[in-house]
């Protein structure tokens, strides 16, 4: 209803400056247009379009009907309208880093990677020059990191996040998620410990999903016990029930309401299963291929780590790191991948 009050006023407003032959907004109308897009973002994308268009039409350029615009654009999936608004914003306004973040994401949600981390970039350097908060640029940068499945980056950039005492829950469940990617459970279960605040619907979800990794690597049988106990109570305040079959419950780890990168589906099997997509021999087998020198390869996928392929191809990471000429455990998505 607020918001509906806002937007209605505005319009009244607007009206009466069309009759009185005001070419432009009032700055009183243009901030409940501002407002009332604002408030609209998330649970009304397309009338935050029409509110923020309202102020585009009224003639005189402001940069940040253009942002907010790109962003309701963005949550409508129309990715061309979001990046021309984006655009538009920049030019109005070059200085502005939350704009080249909210380009980035933009960027990174339609695979354009190296052209994200260039607008990441000039963010922290913009940033920095100005003194302004770090901490939104290292996460939204971890995720499309992450997304990328550039994994050692994307926890030194959640790391430098959480440098902040202040950061949101959102860098705590992105260093986890990156950890619980590399299947290192128990680092993944010690950052979510770190974090004292409120916890929201996404941090039980990553919580269930570190936990049900780290009871199959848990030696001590009253240690399991403890972490089947809280297991079963968050799958219980998660509304999540085992079927007959115990198949696998889906959980989407979504990103930040504004972010733009895609959301993360993380498969949490049963703690009895014996076996997951991605160590399953029978299927990384097929995936294998023979390069022209003789040589096994295969493709790296989303969800691929070294130690998985270390697990699947029986070669110990250290052998595949020699293999592939690595510096660290990063394994890049696309990239040809030599087994022996």
């Known amino acids: 209803m607020k918001n509906r009050f806002l937007l209605s006023q505005a319009l009244i407003a607007t009206g009466s400056l069309i009759l009185f032959g005001c070419a432009t907004m009032s700055a009183q109308t243009t901030q409940q247009y501002l407002t009332a897009t604002k408030e609209n973002l998330t649970i009304n994308p397309q009338l935050a379009v029409e509110s923020s268009t309202k102020i585009i039409q009224s003639g005189k350029p402001n940069a940040e009907a253009y942002h907010l615009r790109g962003l309701a654009y963005q949550q409508l999936n129309n990715f061309a309208a979001s990046e021309s608004d984006f655009q538009t914003a920049l030019k109005l306004d070059q200085k502005n880093e939350s704009y080249m973040v909210s380009y980035a994401n933009l960027l990174c949600q339609e695979q354009n990677y190296t052209k994200a981390q260039i ?19 290292y996460i939204d940068n971890g995720d499309c990191l992450t997304t990328q499945n550039k994994l050692e980056p994307a926890i030194a950039s ?22 619980i990617l590399q299947e290192n459970f128990p680092v993944a279960n010690y950052y979510l410990g770190l974090y004292k605040g409120i916890p929201n619907k996404q941090y039980l979800q990553i919580k269930l999903v570190t936990l049900n990794g780290l009871i199959k690597t848990e030696p001590k049988l009253t240690n399991r016990e403890k972490i089947q106990q809280t297991i079963n109570e968050l799958k219980e305040e998660l509304g999540i029930k085992d079927n007959n079959q115990q198949q696998a419950s889906q959980i989407a780890a979504t990103n930040k309401i504004t972010n733009s990168t895609a959301p993360v589906t993380i498969v949490v099997k049963d703690t009895e299963s014996k076996t997951t ?8 087998n097929s995936r294998v291929k023979t390069a022209a020198d003789g040589r096994s390869y295969i ?4 969800g691929d780590t070294l130690f998985r392929i270390s697990i699947n191809s029986k070669v110990a990471i250290d052998k595949l790191k020699q293999i592939n000429n690595l510096k660290n455990n990063e394994v890049v998505t696309g990239s040809k991948f030599f087994l022996n």
């Open 277 to 284: 997509p991605a160590t399953n021999t029978n299927n990384f």
């Open 299 to 302: 493709i790296i996928t989303a």
């Open 119 to 137: 607008y990441y970039d000039q963010a922290y350097n913009q940033a920095k020059k100005l003194n302004h908060q770090l901490t939104k640029i």
């Open 158 to 179: 959640y790391t430098n996040a959480l440098a902040d005492e202040s950061a949101p829950v959102t860098a705590y469940i992105g260093i986890a998620h990156a950890y």
